[in-house]
């Protein structure tokens, strides 16, 4: 059966990205995409077929993705198609049988557009109501040729249902537990995420301000020509001295942070399903996120970190805590990663596509 998977771009590495890579390995599949910059940090040596450029410019660059997915006509050459993130299944209609993996309902389009219009100066207000009506219109058109609705949480299964009033099955992202190891508990925590403003960086440098003595290392880049590279640049120049920008890094290197650090903290708001607390816990490290969004399916409260409010107080406080014994966290975090191990989401994948 001859597979691809669809994915908007490859521009920066996120758990989406590490998603469609543990999808296309399962099922021998072709990835479909218009950008590959970073693709030589992946582990994928498999087939990539690059559709198209796109314009790396505010919006233009969502609308340019989505065009070259309408217009791309690969359908006879494969069997099955997978779409993955906000744009790429857009083609739906001209490919069958096909399966959307729903990260979430792209959410500058629902749950997320007054916050973004909010931001907006008073001039560009109405060229962004204009584009979001118009992409919004298309994406729920798109969505009535998807086959079949896979997403990653009971948190974004919610979202589906209400936006798209579609039922969707969970397969919750993978963590290759074997690749990961806990070396020590060191002389730093770690953070993982894009700096978007969504991802709340501004918590973390609060936090840390008032914990002196701990440092954090952040891991994450932002797209230089995008909507989101003035608050990267912003929380970049405001961070205290106890706090590192390390930027995009290798899996291999990642990997080695996690083993090496003494905790993981995540701020994101409302987090779709979020894999960083499940790699943290394959290294056997506990893991301080706000309580909110996907976090809460992931996380056990108390057992291996601790789920805790979105304020710079609460999450030193919680940092704290945790400083004083991260060891304890170690053997639930390691059986609760396990349960999220990828030969189970590989087998869930290959029967989704079988069942179609």
Request: charged content about 25%.
């Amino acid at each position: 059966m001859r597979t691809a998977v669809f994915h908007d771009y490859f521009s920066a590495i996120g758990g989406g990205e590490k998603t469609v890579v543990a999808m296309a390995k399962a099922l021998n599949a072709d990835i479909i995409t218009t950008d590959t910059t970073c693709f030589p940090k992946m582990e994928w040596d498999g087939p990539v077929r690059n559709i198209g450029s796109i314009i790396e410019l505010p919006l233009i660059k969502q609308t340019s993705a989505s065009i070259r997915f309408i217009l791309s006509n690969l359908s006879k050459q494969y069997d099955v198609v997978l779409f993955s993130g906000n744009w790429a299944h857009l083609a739906a209609e001209h490919y069958h049988p096909n399966i959307w993996y729903c990260h979430s309902p792209p959410r500058i389009l629902y749950d997320q557009y007054s916050r973004y219009y909010q931001t907006l100066t008073p001039g560009l207000r109405i060229p962004f109501a204009s584009w979001a009506y118009l992409h919004r219109s298309r994406d729920k058109r798109a969505v009535k040729h998807i086959d079949r609705i896979l997403t990653n949480s009971q948190n974004v299964q919610n979202r589906i249902s209400h936006y798209y009033n579609r039922e969707a099955e969970v397969i919750s992202p993978p963590v290759n537990c074997k690749r990961y190891s806990c070396e020590e508990f060191g002389s730093f925590w770690l953070s993982v995420n894009r700096l978007y403003p969504e991802k709340r960086i501004e918590l973390q440098l609060d936090a840390f301000r008032s914990l002196p003595n701990q440092h954090l290392v952040i891991v994450g880049s932002y797209a230089k020509n995008d909507y989101t590279a003035l608050y990267a640049r912003n929380v970049i120049k405001k961070k205290p001295e106890n706090v590192s920008f390390l930027g995009e890094v290798s899996e291999e290197e990642l990997r080695d942070l996690y083993a090496r650090c003494q905790g993981v903290i995540c701020t994101t708001r409302d987090e779709d399903f979020g894999i960083v607390p499940l790699e943290a816990m394959a290294s056997g490290k506990p893991v301080v996120a706000v309580h909110e969004g996907g976090f809460r399916e992931t996380v056990k409260d108390g057992i291996t970190g601790i789920l805790t409010g979105p304020s710079g107080n609460e999450l030193a406080h919680a940092i704290s805590q945790v400083t004083q014994n991260p060891n304890g966290y170690k053997e639930a975090c390691l059986l609760r990663a396990r349960e999220f191990d990828i030969s189970i989401f590989e087998r869930k994948i290959r029967e989704a596509v079988m069942g179609l």
